[in-house]
């Protein structure tokens, strides 16, 4: 009786340390950048017909059918400017398969990869939806009109500020959805995800610019009004890339009766709202692993002249590269011909393109 009673206590550690483990992929929503039709959504029953969604993210689709189409954009975007910030590197945020994207580098691991691009996600749904309030897109939402007064500057507050709360509300409701789940289960990478989403919106929020207009005779700038307006999604895409790079390395921890992430090594000062964290080290990215959602760093173009990542030494992982000639077609001798023409001509050139082994 007392030996049954022992194996059912391993048994529930065991699964509570499972449990504490489990992934939780909260990005596969953005398979919705993959579905053309999208746009046309218009009954609530399709909510329940679209892919990576749990029962949350479908309940919200079914209350905010018109938005869905700004969480397309927004992944599209998300998806387009981790290229962008990638395109040097070993892991390029290349798209492997369409339900899975990125594969289990982001789906399964808890890497410094996995944490940019659930910042980057989150951060675009509330881009998306904010830009779509603004341009009255939307019946749900529009212009923040509590922006208002005049300012200390001397300056009058008016026209149409982005509505970054209405934006950043949306995509912690819509993006945190699954790991809310898997947090009350004191899942630590629910907690890692749900850190990263947050500093996703941050990355916004914290860089809200002031736009103004002039008024006056001959453009004299009498009086001033001035809106609030967000940083263009490359800057956000900047920023975040830069907490990539200085990303803190985490474990978690009880504290009290809550499970809270801390920096592993305590010689390093705890982590910000702002900053990406990550509880796993990424793999190198040199060879093909479909699995893993590696697409290798065969046949990739490196810089023979650089001693950073995109150089010939790192990209190609020490396997050496090949040099070919590759021919450019350029616009050349361009002209200016009045009234309001630019004519040039196409040229030709051959470089050296070097090419990983």
Known sequence: MR????????????VVLHLSRRPAEGVRWLALAKMSWLGSLSEEDGCDRLAGLVKRQKRLCRRNVELMDSVKTGALMSIDECQAQFQNRRWNCSTTDSNRLFGRVILKQETRE???????SSAGVGYAVTRACSSGQLRKCGCDRT???RSKDGFEWSGCSDNIAYGSAFSTAFVDARERGQRRKNSSRALMNLHNNQAGRKAIEDNMQVECKCHGVSGSCEMRTCWRAMPTFRRVGQLLKEKFDGATEVKSAIRGTRLVLMPLNPQFKPHTEQDLVYMESSPDFCEPDPKLGSLGTHGRVCNKTSKAIDGCDLLCCGRGYMTRKVKLVERCRCKFHWCCVV?????ERIIDEHVCA
Do not use: M, P, T, Y
């Not at 030996?3 to 065991?14: G, H, T, Y």
């Not at 996995?114 to 980057?120: E, N």
């Not at 004519?343 to 040229?347: A, D, F, G, R, V």
């Open 114 to 120: 996995s944490a940019f691009v659930h910042a980057i």
């Open 343 to 347: 004519k040039c001509k196409q040229c």
């Open 147 to 149: 922006v208002r007064g």
């Open 3 to 14: 030996e049954n009673l022992v194996l059912q206590v391993l048994l529930v550690i065991i």
